[in-house]
Each structure stands twice: as structure tokens, then as C-alpha cells.
């Protein structure tokens, strides 16, 4: 069981929600399925293909401003587990949340300062602003435009939903 990608009515993603309560939304004519795996789930009287996008059949106001916070988990998911010094990707639990300007040098944790960084390059940066390290990050660093972003786990279902997600 993953997870699946909500888009409102006008095709805005929304949210992220359990392949069950998908299911659900979609056996309840709540929502339309958008883009499914190959797999099959199948209940006592019914089979439905698993889906990885569905989209709300009518339209849900969300709040414009929905705050992120910014963690680790939140960090490293926006930047794809990805070092974004070196674009290397090592295993998870070997990444770290580097400050672009060092706490030390008054940088913030913030979305706009906070980078997935290899222990490595950490390591190597240190507590020198990216001028003096001469390293620089490969993206600017931003607030993820959707929560949903952040939130996205599997990558197979992350390649499906990539083009919702621009
Ligand atoms: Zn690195």
C-alpha cells in the first residue's frame, strides 16, 4: 500500500492520502482516477487498478498560505535526498540539513537557507559561507510550492506525479 497523489477539481495538487482512503474517494464517486500502476487491487467484489493520482470531482478551498514546517524529513524529501553541493545520493541516514550561511554567520532554518547535504560535504564546508568554500549549491534553495511535495515518499508514484507537480 502507497500513497496517492490528490488534485483538487482544477487539477491543483492538494494532498497526499493512503492507497485505502483513495479507494475509497474513488468507489464513492468522489474523485476520478488520473494515472494508475499496473497492479490490481482486488476486494471481495471488485478489482480496481492501484491508483497513484486521482482527482476530486468537486472543487475543495484550501487555505493559500499552508505552512511546512521545516524538518529533516521535510528538507531532504524537497531536495530528493539528493547532496545538493555534489548531487551525490547517499543512503539516507547519511545526509544531513546543512544552513547555506552558517547559523554561526546569523543563516537561518529556513526553506530559503536549508539544504540536503552529504556528511562529507558538510564536513568540508564547515562553518564557511558557500564564497568561501567555493561550493555552491546546484538550486536555489525555496519553500516547496506544494505540500504534497514534501510529503511524497516512493519513487516510482513520485515520476507519475512529477508532471502534477510543476
Ligand atoms: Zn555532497
Known sequence: ???VLVLNATYEP??????RR??????????ELIEAAEAELRAENFTIRMPLVIRLVYFVRIPYKVSL????????????????Y???QPARKDLTVDHVLP????????????VAACQRCNG??????PEEAGMWVLSDPARPRYVALALVEGVDARQVWDKYLR
Open 1 to 3: 500500500m502507497g500513497n
Open 14 to 19: 492538494i494532498s497526499v492520502v493512503s492507497t
Open 22 to 31: 483513495a479507494v475509497i474517494l474513488l468507489l464513492k464517486e468522489k474523485a
Open 69 to 84: 514546517p521545516v524538518t529533516r524529513r521535510t528538507v531532504l524529501a524537497r531536495d530528493r535526498y539528493t547532496c545538493q
Open 86 to 88: 555534489c548531487g551525490r
Open 103 to 114: 547559523r554561526s554567520r546569523g543563516g537561518r532554518t529556513s526553506w530559503e537557507n536549508v
Open 124 to 129: 568540508h564546508k564547515g562553518n564557511r559561507t
